[in-house]
């Protein structure tokens, strides 16, 4: 049986990946492979069902993902003394936040990238696992809420 603080731990990060996990629902509006989870789930299995979305909504994105937006927001944040992690989820988010918009703009017309430089963008985000994935949506979740503010 798993501890309390691993539950916690997993249900935490579930939470987490929330704010993107709907904002990618309503850009892509796909279907699930796993369909609808319910709330009587194990916690690991809606953490996993969480996870294979984003990740299936983010490979939808990837022609609307640029590195180039990464690496700049990572480089001046890592300027103003934000940590190597922080600014790495920052970067993430920004470029996610941008191909989103892009995304949105473009509904009738074509990508400005290609599915493999977008794929190999998103490459450090797919990769990062629960957490990582789950510090990218906090700074995403932060970004949204200042651009709806400003």
């Keep these: 049986m798993k501890s309390v603080s691993a539950l916690w731990s997993v249900w935490r990060t579930y939470r987490l990946l929330g704010p993107l996990w709907r904002r990618l629902r309503a850009v892509a509006q796909p279907e699930s492979v796993l369909g ?3 709330w009587w ?3 690991d299995e809606a953490l996993v069902h ?4 984003l990740q ?3 490979h939808g994105l990837a022609p609307y993902c640029t590195r180039t937006i990464m690496t700049d927001t990572i480089e001046r944040a ?3 003394g934000m940590s190597t992690q922080h600014a790495w989820a ?3 988010a920004t470029m996610i936040h941008h191909a989103i918009e892009s995304a949105r703009k473009a509904q009738h017309s ?3 990238t290609t599915l493999g430089t977008g794929i190999e963008a998103l490459a450090p985000i797919l990769g990062a696992g629960s957490h990582g994935m789950a510090r990218v949506a906090h700074q995403y979740s932060v970004l949204a ?4 503010a400003a």
């Design 78 to 80: 890592s300027r103003t």
């Design 90 to 92: 920052l970067g993430a």
């Design 36 to 38: 609808t989870p319910q």
């Design 41 to 43: 789930r194990a916690a």
């Design 50 to 53: 969480r996870e294979t979305d």
């Design 56 to 58: 299936d909504w983010l």
């Design 110 to 112: 074509h990508p400005t």
């Design 145 to 148: 809420r200042h651009s709806t």
